[in-house]
């Protein structure tokens, strides 16, 4: 079973930035996958940004410009460099992994931004 490890969450003000890093626990083989969702309170899950196994990346319209997502060279570690963040980017950011055999949810790490 694999486990994610999100840190990096925190208050900031609006203009500000912030970075999410998400590690797994142990060995992942074979990822397709990794990105970060977020859900803010009352509302669904949404996707932020995924980056695929050759790299390809892709943003929610809401990020573009202000977000970045990034691995690290063994491309097991997945990073959200925030910036010119809103307030309402305010939400609980959850990574997430896919691999060929199976797919994993981080607990979540809360985002504020206040304004």
């Known amino acids: 079973q694999v486990h994610l490890a999100e840190s990096g969450g925190g208050l900031v003000q609006a203009g500000g930035s912030l970075k999410l890093s998400c590690a797994p626990s142990?060995?992942?083989?074979?990822?397709?996958?990794m990105g970060w969702y977020r859900q803010a309170q009352g509302k669904q899950r949404e996707l932020v940004a995924t980056?695929?196994?050759?790299?390809?990346?892709n943003y929610a319209d809401s990020v573009k410009g202000r977000f970045t997502i990034s691995r690290d060279s063994a491309k097991t570690t997945v990073d959200l460099q925030m910036n010119s963040l809103k307030p309402e980017d305010t939400a609980v950011y959850y990574c997430?992994?896919?691999?060929?055999?199976?797919?994993?949810w981080g607990q979540g790490t809360q985002v504020t931004v206040s304004s």
């Open positions: 980056i695929s196994r050759l790299g390809i990346t």
């Open positions: 142990g060995t992942i083989y074979s990822i397709t996958t």
């Open positions: 997430k992994v896919v691999t060929y055999r199976t797919t994993a």
